[in-house]
């Protein structure tokens, strides 16, 4: 039953609510998302905001948990003054009222009040809340472009939407609950002591001055180290993540274990900013017990002096001692949620530096879905130097027509994949523009753009999902017949069902590991063809998609890479010549601009950079019919 009810509180907030990226007429343009505030305060209070009424209750509740304790010893004391002025048998008679009230609100009020605490942090707050504000920096992060991405570790930007959510979840639940019942507990205690002797009031009020002191002296130090140490945990994690990556190169390269004193020296940075906080923090505890010593002996002295008078009752000593006594304990554990809260905001801020970062390659507001009927690609005056100024591509020119079957030559580093990936839009232009039927990239959505180009690429990592998935991936819509059937074309269905992964799931469930690292060079391949048959789009892109096959292989899936080219557009990528060697057109690229095209024989007979890149594959022997034999293989 007690689940049943706690199970109704847990759907008060959803932890995937987001702004809608999707325009009035229903396209989803990227970048447009509404971007999250990058001011650290506006931050917290953005988030606060999607959450009001239960952190309204929360507030309500953290001054009614502090009120409660305060009227407990007053209560206390009330008790004592009873039992000063009567005998066992008439204790009931006179104070049944005073006895009845107290037992309430210890037995009813106090559980009551805790119990709508705890549901409003574990159940309302806690999950849904905190998940909210991971979804919704994650999502930013996903509108970033490509470049993002390569500038930095995926394990550092995994740990900041991960912290940025607990961090940001604490700190607003902190200030709220713990802090909030503090500062009513305080206020109480001043106002009940002051009923008793104004005297321990004004101690109490320099007590407060002296507390604020510290927090207010000390606080920037933390925040300062908190902050570093926030980040020193992203580059340690950033750092791990990237070994464990790239583990094949570290066990092949790395013997004299180099990557550990490159991730020891994240550690020592992590060590140190952590040194640095908590000498803080010991600094502050110090003050602080000091201090409440001074308040605690003011107070008590101030009690017993008033009793000595006859100022004070005995009940009045009780509360007082009592309430003071709680005040200590409370301040060293306020001082811990201090730090906490401190080393949160220092977290968020950090964090908020990444994930509030506006993504810098944005469909345009008016971005229309690209409608691609035959496929015709021109590259009009483009020029891209990966922001260095100058190299790599500049004032280009290409017209493909619709249908047209390209391959791209060139020596390593001549801007081959470049130029596709501005095809692509990952990158954007820095002079000119590319068409597709007619139609600006620049101008159409991005998500458009890629569906209508099919892209296998050299070295392609799959997700750490099943077979299927993978296949499915850029549609995943698609009935199990259709995979099976792409699978089938590209030569995949030999090995899938031989598949099996440690959970046991075979086949096209078997999952592949991350990147597919289980899978050897051309299965993956094979996958990732199969991947693009299914998505059938009728632009293709192919950067050395048949290079980590075997010569077998390849010959079988050659005829279904040709059935697959028929009636696209296609920009091929080879170095091995003789693949491409039978496509409609070859450019020839060096430094970035094209110096030669026209198909096989017409390049050889140039001569020119082609003819050279043909004699040296070709084993150093040019002989009549290369075009034919290469057009045939
Ligand atoms: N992300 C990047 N940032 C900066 N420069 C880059 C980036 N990617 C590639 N380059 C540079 O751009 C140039 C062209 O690279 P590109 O990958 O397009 O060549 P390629 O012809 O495809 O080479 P390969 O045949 O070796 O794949 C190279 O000089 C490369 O160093």
Redo the contacts with the bound molecule.
Sequence with gaps: MMERLLKRFETILDPFEDADAKGPDGVYRSGHLAPLPAQTNAFIWHFAKQAKWPLIGLLIVGGLTGGIEAVLFTGVGWLVDALNRSTPDTLLRDHFWLIAGLLFVTLVGRALILFASSVLEEQVISPSFYNRIRWQSYRRLMEQAY?FF?NDFAGRLAQKVQQVGMATGDFITTVLQTFWSFVTFIFLTITILGAIDWRMSLVLALWVAGYAWIVYALLPKIRRYGRASADARSVVSGRVVDSFTNILSVKLFDSSRREDAFVKDGFTYLVDTTRQATRAITEVRTAVNILNGLMMTGIGVIAVVGWQAGATSAGGVATALGLVLRLNQMSGWMMFNINGLVRNYGTIQDAVATVTRLPTLVDSPEARPLVATRGAIRYDDVTFH???GS???SRLSLDIRPGEKVG?V??????????V?LLLRL?DLEGGRILIDGQDIAGVTQDSLRAAIGVVT?DTSLLHRSIRDNIAFGRPDAEDEDVLLAAERANAEGFIPTLRDPKGRTGYAAHVGERGIKLSGGQRQRIAIARVLLKDAPILVL??ATSALDSEVEAAIQDNLTRMMAGKTVIA?A?RLSTIAAMDRLIV?DE?AIVEEGDHATLLAMNGLYASLWRRQSGGFLFSGDAESAAAE
Excluded: C, F, M, P
Excluded at 410 to 419: D, E, I
């Design positions: 470049t390569q990966y922001g260095k190299g790599v591509i791209l060139g020596r390593s580093g001549a801007g081959k994949t470049t130029l990936n990158y050299q950067d050395e990528i170095h690229l970035g």
